[in-house]
């Protein structure tokens, strides 16, 4: 059967935090690149759609096809291993450390950014001409996405940075659902459906992912976008780096984790207790 059961696919998320908390440095950043640099592109052909079809539903459906590309090739988000990597602590799997977790976060956030920066600079290149020209219609449209996300919260102060955070955790309660999804079935038509349904959710949403932004806003400051390179850090990419952390880890991670793996005893009827007593 193609189909795991949560106890089964839970199981699995414990041992691929294991796993890549103890995956070499080298490893771990080629895999983190590549992830980065395949979403970077999904991100461009999802706002590509847009411009052109005038639907951002059309975006949303069509972007999952970077997100399912990159896991079934093996490669590493930044927020799937805030999801995964816990778990294998909590599980006191042998070895596993804070330390050793906040290495892992720290290789997969450079890589990541690594592989998102490059498609940026290429995209970058290929909108303006080599520079030559302004950006055409796409490019202009992800500049704009740079500016009303950072300068859009930052107008509200605290009431923005909350808004921000918030989507933040809501981006990766969908994100992580999709890593799971991966892992939930045996083929790879089961894989693919059950990671495209909660990444459309997150995309036509608008909420924000620390990884697709890695590639929005440095592709937006290059081809002109009117904010600055701390606009861009602190009222986005730190806050939502935060907000995804918290969001998957609470809402995906600890919940299939403590039900499924830490299962509490369950409760006995008063009926079965007095037939117990009397026999």
């Known amino acids: 059967m193609s189909y795991l059961v949560p106890s089964e696919f839970v199981t699995k998320m414990v041992d691929a935090g294991e796993s890549k908390v103890f995956m070499s440095t080298r490893d771990t950043v080629i895999r983190a690149y590549m992830a980065g640099a395949i979403l970077a592109l999904a991100a461009v052909f999802a706002v590509a759609m847009t411009v ?22 093996g ?57 030559s020209t302004e950006p055409n219609e796409v490019g202009q449209k992800i ?12 107008k509200y102060g605290a009431a923005g940075m909350l808004t921000l955070f918030i989507r933040g955790m809501l981006c990766n309660w969908m994100v992580s659902t999709g890593v799971v999804g991966a892992m939930i079935s045996t083929s790879v038509s089961g894989k693919v459906i059950a990671m495209w349904m909660p990444i459309m959710l997150f995309f036509a949403m608008t909420f924000e992912h620390s990884i697709v932004n890695m590639f929005l806003f440095p592709s937006g400051l290059i081809m002109g976008g009117k904010f600055s390179i701390m606009d861009y850090l602190i009222w986005n990419e730190i806050p939502t780096v935060v907000g995804n952390l918290v969001g998957g880890l609470a809402f995906t991670g600890l919940t299939l984790y403590s039900t499924h793996v830490r299962t509490a005893p369950k409760r006995v009827s008063k009926e079965r207790v007095s037939v117990g007593r009397a026999a």
């Open 75 to 131: 490669f590493d988000l930044l927020t799937g291993v805030f999801v995964l990597t816990p778990l294998a602590w909590l599980d006191k799997r042998p070895g596993v450390t804070i330390g050793g977790i906040l290495r892992n976060w720290a290789l997969v956030f450079i890589g990541n950014f690594m592989g998102a920066f490059t498609v940026a600079v290429m995209m970058s290149i290929v909108f303006t001409f080599g520079f």
């Open 52 to 73: 052109q079809t005038g639907s951002p539903l059309i975006g949303a459906m069509l972007f999952p096809v970077g997100f399912s590309m990159l896991y079934l090739l």
């Open 143 to 154: 500049a704009g996405i740079g500016e009303a996300r950072t300068l859009g919260y930052a």
